[in-house]
Nanobody
Framework: QVQLVESGGGLVQAGGSLRLSCAAS????????TGWFRQAPGKEREFVAV????????YYAESVKGRFTISRDNAKNTVYLQMNSLKPEDTAVYYC????????????????WGQGTQVTVSS
């Protein structure tokens, strides 16, 4: 089993920044690709970004490209999502997930999920 715990969410004004963290524990996640998804109230969960297990490649949703950066530190078993130039429409619960295929924007293909962290962007 793999446990994923997100942190770093909060309330920020439009144009501000936040950095989310996804800490993994349990069975080794070294060879799992890690993605970030988000879900706003009344909407389906949507793909945000994914990074390969090595950190060599990343893939982003068009809506966040150029504003968000995904990275990882395998020595710390942690994946990060740096979010800049935040917009009110970025408001959602953000989840990290681990899976075996890349790039994978389908949430059903991920094996492990965290509990989520709330991000609220005020206008």
């Amino acid at each position: 089993q793999v446990q994923l715990v997100e942190s770093g969410g909060g309330l920020v004004q439009a144009g501000g920044s936040l950095r989310l963290s996804c800490a993994a524990s349990g069975r080794t996640v070294t060879y799992y690709h890690t993605g970030w998804f988000r879900q706003a109230p009344g909407k389906e969960r949507e793909f945000v970004a994914v990074i390969t297990w090595s950190g060599a490649s990343a893939y982003y949703a068009e809506s966040v490209k150029g504003r968000f950066t995904i990275s990882r530190d395998n020595a710390k078993n942690t994946v990060y999502l740096q979010m800049n130039s935040l917009k009110p429409e970025d408001t959602a619960v953000y989840y990290c997930a681990a899976g075996r295929s890349y790039p994978n924007i389908n949430s059903r293909s991920y094996d492990y999920w965290g509990q989520g962290t709330q991000v609220t962007v005020s206008s």
